[in-house]
């Protein structure tokens, strides 16, 4: 095509406000901001970003950063999703949730030299739709590390494709 202008990705900012229902879906393929006093209430709780990171605060990190009180709010959905096209990053420590999709193709650590990060989900679903990210050490990708993954759940559930972990070793 010609002649086609230059449009800006999206922009999703939640502030001060109450989402309540059955589900609640909140994506976007741009900039995604939730505020830690907006209040997020569902059975089904589903968040898209064009990153996902798990993180003490934002600190300049774009797409969608879960900060200890957005998780909070989070934690009461009995299922929750997370997409992304790209790697789902977290921080050190230990994430509970109910039912929990991670919809990406990759999970990293961001202390890959000696992190511990600990997923605990009473259903863990890994849904690796999107494409699949290059394996660790590959030219262009993210470390492999010595960090530790547990995974911590009643029934581990694999969707197709390929799931790449990150920081893990």
């Known amino acids: 095509r010609t002649n086609v ?5 999206g922009r999703l900012t939640v502030g001060a406000a109450t989402l309540t229902g059955a ?3 909140l994506e976007s393929s741009g900039e995604f901001t939730i505020g830690t006093k907006a209040a997020l209430t569902a059975n089904n709780l589903t968040l898209g ?13 774009t797409g969608l950063v879960l900060t200890p009180e957005l998780r909070a709010s989070l934690s009461r959905a009995k299922a929750l999703t997370l997409r992304t096209s790209g790697v789902i990053d977290f921080a050190d ?6 039912d929990l999709t991670l919809a990406a193709p990759g999970l990293a650590l961001a202390n890959a030299n000696d992190g511990a990060v600990r997923i605990v989900a009473d259903d863990l679903r890994f849904d690796t739709g999107a494409a699949a990210t290059a394996a660790c050490g590959a030219s262009g990708s993210l470390a492999c590390g010595a960090g530790r993954l547990t995974i911590d759940t009643r029934t581990a559930t694999f969707g197709d494709g390929v799931l790449h972990t990150y920081g893990a070793g």
């Open 93 to 98: 420590g230990e994430y509970q949730f109910g």
């Open 49 to 61: 970003g064009s990153a996902i990171h798990f993180a003490d605060a934002d600190s300049g990190l």
């Open 23 to 25: 589900s609640v879906s």
């Open 5 to 9: 202008d230059a449009v800006a990705s």
